[in-house]
């Protein structure tokens, strides 16, 4: 007979009790907050999308050499400011922001499964706007046959990227949208606010649920599956508060409510499928334990020490994983492995034009 232990917490290690794992610790030693469950290492093809927080990643890859995927280039003529100003290299894809589970299914059902594109467009000023990314041209398109290029370009960039990454990096943002009534077309932003006009007719608020976020989080990657059966998606939830509700809340409660849906269904996504992990870059900033350290005097905008604090966890968490990484990267370019100084540079976020309207 094979000798028990008195329970199943006789064991465990440091990381499993609050006491040993958070508590006796100052929260920047606060340490193994993720296994994950695949490597990323320098050989394999990254691309990123989603809110805002998403180009944090993009940048951290970047600096430390990875291959991070730029599947749509800014054309050579552009400077370096011009191409931001026009949404190149913020995503690996001129998407814009993808703040929500419904908007990256209806990308990837147009890229993957040619889905029927929307006619819908809005003008402003004798100006073009994409409903599907409003801001990506500083000042909208010059006529229709210009945004249909254009989105026909993201589209072709789109199914690239899906077929040559090893992994997406989805970053989670929002539940709250506004969406087509008939049509139930999903809006980048509300109409009448970047461009367009706002009809309560046409138009209709949505506060998603888990179960409809779970639904078309399942289907998106069910297309990213089909489209690429090696791809492994990891899920991170901005830390980013909303800039604004139309929920009737608090702001402060709708936010609260936001991203705890969108942690729950990242964590049970993470549990349900092998191709998919979760990193908690929303835990880093937002928890208690670390004193809201990262935020800015705003309480919205993370600092460049936080991001730098979550990407040195991912790192860190990836070689105690998965030590042959360390190995790997040795000989490579200079600054590759090392601490890299964060970025300073403003994001670029649809959302935060909602400030203006307060």
């Not at 890229?111 to 409003?134: I, N, Q, S, V």
């Not at 049509?183 to 706002?198: D, R, V």
Request: aromatic fraction near 10%.
């Amino acid at each position: 007979m094979s000798e028990q232990t008195p329970n199943p917490y006789v064991g465990l290690p440091e990381r499993a009790f609050w006491k040993r794992a958070v508590a006796a610790h100052n929260p920047l030693e606060i340490s193994q907050l993720w296994q994950p469950k695949f490597p990323i290492g320098r050989r394999h093809r990254v691309i990123t999308a989603g809110s805002c927080f998403a180009q944090h990643f993009s940048r951290a890859l970047v600096a430390r050499g990875y291959r991070w995927l730029d599947a749509e280039p800014a054309p050579k003529l552009l400077s370096e400011a011009q191409a931001r100003d026009y949404n190149y290299g913020i995503f690996s894809c001129r998407t814009g922001n993808i703040y929500t589970a419904r908007m990256l299914r209806q990308w990837l059902s147009y890229a993957l499964e040619e889905a029927p594109l929307p006619a819908e467009h809005w003008e402003k000023a004798g100006r073009f706007y994409d409903p599907l990314r409003p801001g990506i041209e500083p000042d909208g398109f010059a006529d229709l046959a210009e945004l249909t290029a254009s989105r026909g370009a993201v589209l072709a960039a789109l199914r690239e990227a899906v077929s040559q990454a090893d992994v997406f990096v989805f970053t989670m943002g929002l539940t709250e949208c506004w969406r087509h009534r008939e049509s139930e077309l999903e809006y980048a932003m509300c109409p009448g606010t970047l461009a367009g006009e706002f009809d309560p007719d046409q138009h209709e608020f949505v506060n998603q649920s888990f179960v409809g976020i779970h639904r078309d989080m399942r289907a998106a990657l069910k297309m990213l599956r089909q489209a690429n059966p090696k791809l492994k998606v990891l899920l991170t939830v901005s830390p980013v508060p909303l800039t604004a509700t139309a929920s009737g809340q608090h702001v402060l409660t709708a936010t609260s409510h936001s991203k705890s849906v969108l942690r729950a269904v990242a964590g049970e996504l993470a549990a349900e499928l092998p191709q998919v992990d979760y990193f908690p870059s929303y835990e880093i900033i937002t928890h208690p334990a670390y004193r809201g350290m990262f935020y800015a005097p705003n309480q919205r905008s993370v600092v460049p020490q936080g991001v730098n604090h979550v990407m040195e966890n991912f790192f860190a968490c990836q070689n105690a994983a998965f030590p042959w990484l360390q190995r790997q990267g040795k000989g490579a370019r200079q600054g590759q492995g090392k601490a890299v100084a964060p970025s300073t540079r403003a994001l670029q976020c649809d959302e935060e034009f909602l400030d203006a309207f307060g």
